[in-house]
DNA sequence: TACGGTAGTCAACGTGGTTGTCGAAACCGT
DNA sequence: ACGGTTTCGACAACCACGTTGACTACCGTA
């Protein structure tokens, strides 16, 4: 996929899309490491949105992610290091250990909202808002709900 | 971005993208394991086609990609072992190998720029060729040219 | 000819994933 | 109350893909 030659215009479609996801993704993270957090990766964002509000286990967070739970207990190793997660006890079982967002987790993800509305409100000043809107609405179309969750393995190792 | 909260439009964007993404080389590749080439990998689409029908060093192909030219070494290691590519010895210069794609690694290049070809014809029976294109159009105009030369390390993993 | 730059390789390591195994705790039916 | 099954977290071994740093072999040139 390293051309776009006109010959072959399926070619041009995925690199297109990744190339979206990665100007949005490659601009918050370059702002997110200027506003204090340099060591966020693009994975730690969907792991600390898939965290929630109420905490979670590590084994749930690997069903929501399509991963396996001891991947995603090794990811919130890293985060819990970084000091993004925490983990406590679970009173009513003790075989659960609660997954928490801390308070520099919520900031994080404070302000990755912020940044990619910003960066949406971007795409809307080249674009005009109703393009972007269309191209949200169409990728709606042709994508299924909570791909994320679909396991397809070998996505990226393994 | 587990989540696409109507409060935060800013994460439904790199989702969607990712998710168009995904759905054409999820498609793309459970299509192409049927047709004879099940280890074939997204990360090698782009390399088989960053290696060019003319041949390639390791080092100008990291150049390409932008990664290392011992990451690039490597992956042509696997890529060899799996008979994608292979090693020629460069006559006019004994400290070169030339990376070559194969027959089996030009089959795979020809089946992907059919089957992407088709699924593109599939989003245009969905939401219409216009509005394909105009997808297209509005991504160019969005995402730098040559996106994924530029070097942003960490991606995934590093 | 001696030297600086380049190509390829090896080693060590980090990150993110896999499978398999295991003990402790919880759940459930008798 | 107890014994079998399930579930959770942890550990080990491994693979894919990336990084630096160091090293050898070779090329081109002053």
Redesign the pocket.
Known sequence: MATTDPARPGFALPLLLLAGFRALVDDLHAELARQGHPDL?P??GFVLQAVGPDGT????LGQR?G?????A???VD?LVALGYLE?VDDPT?????LVRTTEKGVDGLRRSAVLLDALRQRWAATLGEERVAAMEDDLRAVTPPNFFRL?V?GW???
Chains 1, 2 share one sequence.
């Open positions: 990766r994975v730690h286990t590590a084994s749930e992610l991963v396996s739970k001891q991947a207990g090794k990811t890293r983990r079982d003790a075989r659960r250990k396991d393995p990226f190792g393994g």
